[in-house]
Nanobody, 125 residues
Framework: QVQLVQSGGGSVQAGGSLRLSCVVS????????MGWFRQAPGKEREGVATIYISSGDTVYADSVKGRFTISHDNAKNTLYLQMNNLNAEDTAMYYC??????????????????WGQGTQVTVSS
C-alpha cells in the first residue's frame, strides 16, 4: 500500500503564489511517477504536472507551463507543486497522485493508483 498526505493550499489573490506538498509512504518502490491533478466545480479532473521519480523528468499541462513547477525530494519522500502567477482559472481542488502511467497518458488519471486527500486552492481576482 501507498499513502499520500497533502498539505498546503488556501486562498490567494490573482498573481500570487502557493506551494502544495504531498508526503508519500508505504511501498514506494511500486511508484514510477508522481503527479498533481485538479478538479474545478462542474469540470472533470485534469492532469497538471507529473514527474518521473528516478530521473526527475517532468511533464506539464499547457495551461500551467511557465507558472507551475513540480519537484520531488527523495530524502523526504515529498512531492511539491510550486504555483506562481495564479489566476482565477487555477481555482480547484488539487490532488497528488502516484502510479505507473503509460507513456502516452502521463497526465491521465487512469494511470495513477494512489491518491492524496485533496486540498483546495482558491484564487480571487
Amino acid at each position: 500500500q501507498v499513502q499520500l498526505v497533502q498539505s498546503g493550499g488556501g486562498s490567494v489573490q490573482a498573481g500570487g503564489s502557493l506551494r502544495l506538498s504531498c508526503v508519500v509512504s508505504g511501498y514506494t518502490y511500486s511508484i514510477y511517477y508522481m503527479g498533481w491533478f485538479r478538479q474545478a466545480p462542474g469540470k472533470e479532473r485534469e492532469g497538471v504536472a507529473t514527474i518521473y521519480i528516478s530521473s526527475g523528468d517532468t511533464v506539464y499541462a499547457d495551461s500551467v507551463k511557465g507558472r507551475f513547477t513540480i519537484s520531488h525530494d527523495n530524502a523526504k519522500n515529498t512531492l511539491y507543486l510550486q504555483m506562481n502567477n495564479l489566476n482565477a482559472e487555477d481555482t480547484a481542488m488539487y490532488y497528488c497522485a502516484a502510479g505507473r502511467p503509460s507513456s502516452w497518458g502521463l497526465l491521465s488519471e487512469s494511470g495513477y493508483a494512489y491518491w492524496g486527500q485533496g486540498t483546495q486552492v482558491t484564487v480571487s481576482s
